[in-house]
């Protein structure tokens, strides 16, 4: 993980083979192929007119919920994320297969999803995708531009800037939220599949709503550690409370741990010891 992370931070985005074996990605594929061919294809030229696809993953997928707390994207997120926040949070699940004859996606920095509001010192997530099915540059691999995280916002990459994040089935990209990229065109015969898995900053608004897609009596099944992922906790020592609509005694203001009998998260101290409060008060 050591080496994963430095590389992380030399190069924005980096590829890990063997990540699910190969039963994971036949369990992952069998779970996921029946959605997405009852999926009507995208409306637009951003989500691919000839693309499918479907979220609310952890609430649909065993191997998505074990590939979500895998202690290889724990640690890498915590490395990326811990220094901008007390926490981080998973902000989006979505399984994506791009079908023949589908065009390139516009490239984009998915920090821009914030509206470009947050400053570039401050990363905003930590993305992933799973490769289900072999990506090669013939089938729409991830296009990736190395380098373009210390870009100004307004270059645009070149051709021969612009490489393919080709890899084997099982295997994950993880890259920034900084850094330019989009799916590729399928010239192929046959859909590649993936799945986005990406995590955020626990103060900032999830992309995907985990309390829609994951509601309590769905989340109630689930292991504490995956329900403060999807955002059942709390950001901050004051934020992201909740009260009982139906004042229930003991749930005024509380953390939403409460609701499932878990421990509430120490969300005000950092691992040093450093107090969030103190460190941002009169900022």
């Not at 509206?115 to 990363?123: A, L, N, S, V």
């Not at 995280?149 to 021969?160: G, I, L, N, S, V």
């Not at 897609?213 to 689930?222: E, N, V, Y």
Request: proline share 7%; glycine share 10%; hydrophobic share 35%.
């Amino acid at each position: 993980v050591a080496d994963m992370a430095a590389a992380l931070d030399e190069q924005e985005a980096i590829i890990v083979q063997g990540f699910l074996s190969p039963e994971d990605v036949e369990t992952f594929k069998a779970e996921l192929v029946p959605i997405l061919d009852a999926t009507d294809h995208g409306g637009d030229s951003f989500a691919g007119f000839k693309t499918r696809r479907a979220g609310a993953l952890i609430a649909r997928s065993s191997i998505c919920r074990k590939a979500a707390v895998h202690p290889v994207l724990m640690a890498l997120a915590e490395h990326r994320l811990s220094r901008f926040s007390a926490g981080f949070q998973i902000s989006l699940t979505q399984a994506v297969s791009i079908g023949p004859g589908e065009g390139g996606q516009i490239l984009h920095r998915d920090r821009g999803l914030w509206g470009g509001h947050i400053p570039r010192r401050i990363e905003t997530q930590l993305g992933t995708m799973i490769a289900l099915s072999d990506f090669t540059h013939e089938n729409g691999a991830t296009r990736v531009v190395p380098g373009s995280h210390k870009w100004e916002a307004d270059r645009q990459p070149e051709p021969h800037e612009i490489t393919s994040a080709e890899m084997p089935a099982g295997s994950i990209l993880i890259y920034s939220g900084t850094i330019i990229h989009g799916g590729g065109a399928n010239e192929t015969k046959i859909p590649r599949l993936g799945v986005l898995l990406h995590y955020t900053l626990n103060w900032l608004r999830q992309q995907e709503n985990q309390y829609l897609s994951c509601p309590p009596d769905i989340a109630k099944d689930f292991t504490p550690q995956l329900r403060r992922l999807i955002g059942y906790s709390q950001g901050s020592p004051v934020m992201g409370f909740y009260s009982s609509p139906t004042g229930e005694p003991g749930r005024e203001t509380v953390p939403p741990e409460t609701m499932f009998g878990d421990e509430p998260s120490k969300v005000g101290e950092r691992k040093s010891g450093e107090n969030v409060v103190d460190v941002t008060r009169g900022r």
